[in-house]
């Protein structure tokens, strides 16, 4: 049973990742993943059950926070349609693939989970630290098209395998690859990123886990939990996005990488109590 101080912690962790969602762009995966792992662990242990349910319970609360923060990107007249859709499509189709491949077998445990999500974030603070020369605007061409699809087709294999919506990936490929300012860069991620969690929410609500833990779990989503990050994130969405706005590129870049630095230690910490226990 969830305490009144344990709702309280879901709800602030929750208006942490809304406000990260807005504000980077990430979708706040970078936030809720570590929060739901250290409370789903004590009902699934360590288990492959419990990465299952990490992914499935993250990425279904962001598809509120990213819902919030594409919303309000689309009324200050900062959405990207074309660019977003052209991400979005191809990564569906990897993400379901991903997806499918984890929850119908045992291959993903969660020592491969642990060091596939190492990976991601030495990727993420290594790009967002490095200093960016600045970059005059420039035309999108037609022949630009096949690097979004590229980037998003990649983003849905990352989204599936670490619950992240794929934000990490996308804000600093498009800042370096396509070179789009970090600011659209973020705005088309929380679109693309809404996309995804939509697809994966569905699934999840209706897969068939092998334990349950609560009669208010629905598939793998878990609602005590997720509802309190839920409404954090309803509540601090547009206030990262109007953040965001007001903000330098460069704090948006280091922010970023900072965040990410600290679910690094995290993360190799949990890798080394792993590897201590085996």
Known sequence: MLSITDFIILF????????????LGIGGGIIYVPILDYFLSKYFGTSNELVKAVLANSLFIIIFSAA????????MGNFFFKETLQTMLPGIVSVIVLHTLINNGTWYSRSVFLYF??????FVVVKMFMPKPKVEAIKEAKTNNYKYNITGAFAGIVTAMSGLGGG????PVFTEWIKLD?????AISTGVIFGFAIVIGILNLNAKPQTYISNWQFGYIFLPIALPLIAGTFLFAQLGVKTAQKSKSQTIRITF???ASIIL???????LCLNSII
């Open 12 to 23: 602030l962790f929750g208006s942490l990742g809304g406000f990260m969602s807005g504000f």
């Open 68 to 75: 919030v923060a594409s919303y309000k990107q689309f009324k």
């Open 117 to 122: 999500f190492l990976t991601m974030l030495i």
């Open 168 to 171: 990490v990936i996308m804000t």
């Open 182 to 186: 970090i600011k659209k860069a973020s």
């Open 257 to 259: 990488a900072s965040f």
């Open 265 to 271: 230690i995290k993360v190799i910490y949990e890798i």
